[in-house]
């Protein structure tokens, strides 16, 4: 693939009276990682909704590999991974990985390497209710790779992990980019952007920039990634 697997154009979302997203436009490069960083509550796990068809826009167009957000045929092309994993408590990890891989009709040898991947081998035989909130996210993660899906939309996959294992994450995802998928992975935690190829930051439901890491440090003259966040928002950029 080339070119942008995600457009986005004036996209407005509104949630009661309170005007969320404000006319947000910008792409993600396909076969890249493209970080989508800001604090808690920017607006984040908002976008990442709208991109794949189950949040409610008010206006703006968002094209997802070719198709609009949401579009049936994109249902086997997309993974999403949401904050909250969406997983059953009451199956152990093969079996959710069993459930997920008949859902999609993909075979069930992906299953042991989708477990490999995200470093669940020990846990394979264990209910879900009694793993981490960590362990559970990367269950989730798992289900989304069985389908080898083009695009990965990933909403915080890293929260609540441990640093080494957030570093395998973190290279994982990189290989996945290498293969030919695209990968959309949100944060708070600007010290993950190290791991982007390309960076969307976000504040207040606003695009504050669309640069890369070497750029974002250029462009502020700051080392540090928090620091250069900052220095962008005391300059007044963005909304």
Same mark, same amino acid.
């Given at each position: 693939?080339?070119?942008?697997?995600?457009?986005?154009?004036?996209?407005?979302?509104?949630?009661?009276?309170?005007?969320?997203?404000?006319?947000?436009?910008?792409? /993600?490069?396909?076969?890249?990682?493209?970080?989508?960083?800001?604090?808690?509550?920017?607006?984040?796990?908002?976008?990442?909704?709208?991109?794949?068809? /189950?949040?409610?826009?008010?206006?703006?167009?968002?094209?997802?590999?070719?198709?609009?957000?949401?579009?049936?045929?994109?249902?086997?092309?997309?993974?999403?991974?949401?904050?909250?994993?969406? /997983?059953?408590?009451?199956?152990? %990890?093969?079996?959710?990985?069993?459930?997920?891989?008949?859902?999609?009709?993909?075979?069930?040898?992906?299953?042991?390497?989708?477990?490999?991947?995200?470093?669940?081998?020990?846990?394979?035989?264990?209910?879900?209710?009694?793993?981490?909130?960590?362990?559970?996210?990367?269950?989730?993660?798992?289900?989304?790779? +069985?389908?080898?899906?083009?695009?990965?939309?990933?909403?915080?996959?890293?929260?609540?992990?441990?640093?080494?294992?957030?570093?395998?994450?973190?290279?994982?995802?990189?290989?996945?980019?290498?293969?030919?998928?695209? +990968?959309? %992975?949100?944060?708070?935690?600007?010290?993950?952007?190290?791991?982007?190829?390309?960076? +969307?930051?976000?504040?207040?439901?606003?695009? %504050?920039?669309?640069?890369?890491?070497?750029?974002?440090?250029?462009?502020?003259?700051?080392?540090?990634?928090?620091?250069?966040?900052?220095?962008?928002?005391?300059?007044?950029?963005?909304?």
């Amino acid at each position: 693939m080339s070119g942008a697997a995600i457009e986005i154009e004036g996209l407005v979302v509104r949630r009661g009276d309170a005007e969320v997203l404000h006319g947000l436009s910008c792409a /993600v490069e396909s076969g890249r990682v493209t970080g989508l960083l800001g604090p808690s509550g920017c607006g984040k796990t908002t976008l990442m909704r709208s991109l794949v068809g /189950v949040q409610i826009v008010e206006s703006g167009e968002i094209s997802v590999l070719g198709r609009p957000a949401g579009a049936p045929a994109l249902r086997e092309r997309v993974g999403y991974v949401t904050q909250a994993p969406s /997983v059953y408590a009451d199956l152990t %990890v093969a079996e959710n990985l069993q459930y997920f891989a008949a859902v999609l009709g993909v075979p069930r040898g992906r299953i042991g390497d989708a477990v490999e991947r995200v470093a669940l081998g020990p846990q394979a035989g264990r209910l879900v209710a009694n793993l981490s909130g960590g362990q559970r996210a990367r269950v989730a993660l798992a289900a989304a790779l +069985l389908g080898e899906p083009e695009l990965l939309v990933l909403d915080e996959p890293t929260v609540g992990l441990d640093p080494v294992l957030r570093r395998d994450l973190w290279e994982t995802f990189a290989s996945l980019a290498a293969a030919g998928a695209t +990968l959309l %992975v949100s944060s708070h935690v600007m010290d993950e952007a190290e791991h982007c190829d390309r960076l +969307l930051l976000m504040r207040e439901g606003g695009l %504050v920039a669309d640069l890369t890491p070497a750029e974002l440090r250029e462009r502020t003259g700051r080392s540090g990634l928090d620091e250069a966040f900052l220095a962008l928002i005391e300059a007044g950029e963005g909304r």
